[in-house]
């Protein structure tokens, strides 16, 4: 029950011992704590102690900082302070009565600075232990009753009441013990003769002795002590001082002399040869120093680090041959040397930074710090690049890091800023620490296409769905800011939504056709493209595409003159008269293509005689290749082929009758001419022919007469002046392009015989001005005049001309 009560009462004393808190002065904190304490014990609760939230302490960026970048035994968690990592305060502070640790509690915006002191308590984690396991002691058997031998020093790494309190004996008839204090505070015992030797009866006497510290619960450790019954030795070694003091340059090296001790024994022979050695020394020093038992000299044996250990002190002990100990203390004062470079330690860094930030914008805080002493601690810390960064010093060794010009993410997205730190030590150390800074992006810039404007050529009758063109935009913003989708800005072509006839791929730019285009309908147009970022807000621009559309060799040349409608004919008289090279008519077609595809060239594919007549390739001119002669046919028909210059090359056909004959008198016997290309029903139309000609042949006498007195009042044929379709016959979509076979406007027909249906039609040729009448205007006959003019609606004719041709119609 006794050891079980000890550990209850002394886990209670800790508890209070940590709740203990004396009250700070000048915003200093300070907190007593029993080392050895578990990882994550809470031993101080900053909040209160401040009077700040645990939010504030949050948004503050509080944090625990120390001096030096000594090892860090406690942090702040949600506002209390907690043991980081096992404390051993002997390892700390060795046989110092006070150990403390001295930390910095930093606050950020705006920066504040709080002492915290960890008093660091002891408890009884050591037990005592003698220096060798077995103490040999020599007596001489003339020693009186009552007669003192110091023996030598147990060592117990704890302090104050956990240090050696006492020491007992095991019980016997010889000796007793007795406990004393030192100068230092230290306990060591004596033995006490309380019964004469006698080597005859007894040589040598081992008993237990054992050493009691006062901590709770209380430890112990024992040495044989082995007591040899020898002649008389009645002197102890005597030290040259009782405290040496000597100073030590850090980095010494191995073997460096320290300092020497002495001491003499009055005693000869055996009993008055000293050896000595370290008596009470921590495990750490024993490996850093080392001390020659025959001369005393103490040399350096490990690393000498002032940052580490300021002080060394050091217990030498002194035998004599006889067992015989003295004690002497040894004090080391170890000098800084500038041996540390100073150390950068990022406290804060507010990366990315928006490359937006105005100059002057604080993005990190910096903390330098130089573990030597006097200058060698003085710091000077600067950035050498040209960055639009500078450092500025702020409380003690921090430094803030600021902007001191605009950011464009565009031009420089990162920065590898060098942080260089140097002391004023002789000779001068310096430290380097790059930081990488990074910016992020701002949706500053609106896409840019990579031309002014873009052209497309499409051929006409593509593919729906086919590409068309593809515009391209780049946005030298980040990710969502710098991701472009692109659309047609909504307009009509010829009167349609643009969406009708194309799309655009928002993601790639490809424009693609939703229909065929034709190229006669129309030829071009132009669309917006409007390429728009993703930011927030979005930016966008535009690009003109203009659409031209290619022609292709879709169309076959349409015929206009002669008019090939219905089963009629026309018919033209070719005066016998004409002479080589002369104009006798002309075939006029035209193609809805355009270039080489509208190119139009003319052919006789069929002929009645195919030596008397030629026509222009270019021109469609229907000339006489000879004189015409009596002999030569009276009814002459011609297949005319007209072929583009596509490719492929399209042609179409159409068939001209031509009537050799100077008189109107002779055209009865042209009936025939139809019948040509249908001999099946020759015989029945012929015999509706002949009745209809007998009906109406006096009529036909009296126009006949007619028409040849008001052709005597003006020039009869013009078989070289230049032969064309009124201007009517063209479609509105047909332009007149000279040489390519399309109508010419000098050239006009003036006059139609018309018999009707399944009968022929003659034309009389004559030349009119340029000068034409409007399409809708109608010529109307005047009573008593020659010059009659027939209604024809949609024929262009001369307002000029002073004379007309009749139209007469057969049934």
């Not at 009250?23 to 578990?38: A, H, M, T, W």
């Not at 007793?176 to 100068?183: P, Q, T």
């Not at 249908?678 to 009745?691: D, G, R």
């Amino acid at each position: 029950m006794g050891p079980c009560k000890g550990h209850v009462r002394g886990f209670i004393f800790w508890i209070i011992l940590i709740v203990g808190f004396a009250q700070p002065n000048n915003g200093d904190l300070s907190y007593s704590v029993p080392e050895e304490l578990k990882e994550g014990t809470v031993f101080g609760n900053i909040a209160k102690d401040l009077g700040v939230s645990v939010k504030g302490l949050r948004d503050r960026k509080a944090r625990i900082d120390t001096d030096s970048n000594d090892k860090r035994f406690c942090n702040l968690k949600d506002g209390e302070l907690v043991v980081l990592e096992r404390i051993d305060r002997e390892e700390l502070c060795g046989s110092q009565p006070s150990c403390s640790l001295n930390y910095e509690l930093v606050l950020e915006n705006p920066l504040e600075l709080h002492r915290i002191f960890m008093q660091i308590e002891d408890i009884n984690d050591n037990a005592p232990r003698f220096p060798n396991s077995e103490i040999k002691l020599e007596i001489s058997e003339s020693a009186v009753k009552g007669a003192r031998f110091p023996l030598g020093e147990a060592h117990d790494a704890d302090v104050g009441r956990n240090a050696i309190q006492s020491y007992s004996l095991e019980k016997n008839d010889y000796f007793s013990l007795a406990a004393h204090s030192g100068s230092d505070g230290g306990k060591y015992s004596e033995l006490i003769l309380e019964k004469e030797l006698d080597r005859e009866q007894q040589e040598e006497v081992a008993l237990l002795l054992t050493a009691i510290d006062g901590g709770t619960p209380q430890r112990s450790g024992t040495a044989l002590l082995r007591v040899t019954v020898l002649d008389v030795n009645d002197n102890l070694p005597v030290f040259s001082q009782s405290v040496y003091t000597t100073n030590l340059d850090e980095n010494s090296p191995e073997g460096t002399k320290v300092i020497t001790v002495t001491a003499t024994d009055a005693d000869e022979g055996a009993n008055g040869e000293i050896s000595y050695e370290f008596s009470r020394i921590s495990d750490k020093t024993a490996k850093i120093f080392s001390i020659d038992k025959v001369t005393g000299e103490i040399t350096v044996a490990g690393v000498i680090d002032y940052e580490e250990k300021k002080i060394h002190e050091l217990r030498v002990q002194a035998k004599d041959g006889a067992g015989l100990v003295s004690h002497a203390k040894v004090n080391i004062d170890v000098i800084d040397v500038n041996d540390n470079a100073p150390a950068i330690q990022i406290k804060s860094l507010n990366v990315p930074i928006p490359e937006n930030v105005a100059p002057g914008t604080e993005v990190g805080i910096i903390n330098v710090q130089d573990k030597d002493t006097g200058g060698n601690r003085q710091v000077r810390c600067s950035i050498q690049q040209n960055v639009p960064f500078k450092l500025n010093p702020s409380i003690k060794n921090y430094y803030t890091l600021v902007t001191t010009a605009e950011l464009d993410r565009e031009l420089l997205a990162e920065y590898n800023v060098t942080i260089t730190a140097t002391d004023e030590g002789s000779p001068p150390l310096s430290s380097s620490k790059t930081i990488h800074l990074y910016l992020s992006d701002v949706n500053d810039n609106p896409p840019v296409f990579e031309e002014q404007s873009y052209s497309a050529y499409v051929s006409e009758n593509n593919k729906p769905g086919s590409s068309v063109c593809s515009v391209s935009a780049r946005d030298p913003d980040w990710r969502q800011n710098g991701t472009v989708f692109y659309s047609l800005l909504p307009s009509e072509v010829n009167g349609v939504a643009l969406s009708s006839y194309l799309s655009i791929n928002g993601d790639t730019g490809v424009i693609h056709a939703v229909r065929a285009f034709d190229y006669e309908q129309f030829r071009s147009f132009k669309v917006q493209v409007v390429a728009r970022d993703n930011g927030s807000p979005p930016l966008s621009s535009n690009v003109t595409v203009s659409v031209f559309i290619t022609d292709e060799n879709d169309n076959s040349p349409q015929i206009l003159y002669p008019t090939p409608e219905g089963n009629s004919f026309m018919t033209e008289m070719v005066p016998k008269a004409a002479l080589s090279g002369s104009l006798l008519s002309k075939v006029i077609a035209v193609d809805a293509d355009s270039g080489q595809n509208a190119w139009l060239s003319y052919q006789i594919v069929k002929s009645t005689d195919p030596g008397l007549f030629t026509i222009g390739l270019h021109s469609g001119e229907i000339r006489a290749q000879r004189d015409i002669s009596e002999s030569d046919s009276m009814k002459q028909n011609l297949v005319i082929s007209v072929k583009d210059n596509g490719q492929p090359s399209l042609s179409t056909t159409c068939a001209v009758y031509l009537v050799i004959s100077d008189n109107l008198a002779e055209v009865p016997e042209l009936k025939d001419m139809s019948y040509e290309e249908n001999n099946s029903k020759l015989t029945s139309y012929l015999i509706i022919a002949l009745v209809s000609v007998s009906t109406f042949f006096l009529t036909f006498i009296i126009l006949i007469i007619a028409v040849r007195l008001c052709h005597r009042r003006k020039p009869r044929l013009l078989f070289d002046g230049a032969v064309a379709i009124p201007s009517a016959y063209l479609p509105p979509n047909y332009a007149d392009v000279d040489g390519t076979g399309t109508l010419r406007s000098t050239y006009n027909y003036d006059a139609y015989m018309t018999t009707g249906s399944r009968t022929s039609d003659f034309k009389f040729v004559t030349s009119y001005n340029d000068n034409t009448l409007p399409s809708a205007t109608t010529l109307k006959r005047s009573p008593g005049d020659n010059s009659e003019c027939l209604n024809f609606t949609s024929l262009d004719f001369t307002d000029t001309a002073s004379k007309c041709s009749t139209l007469i119609k057969f049934k």
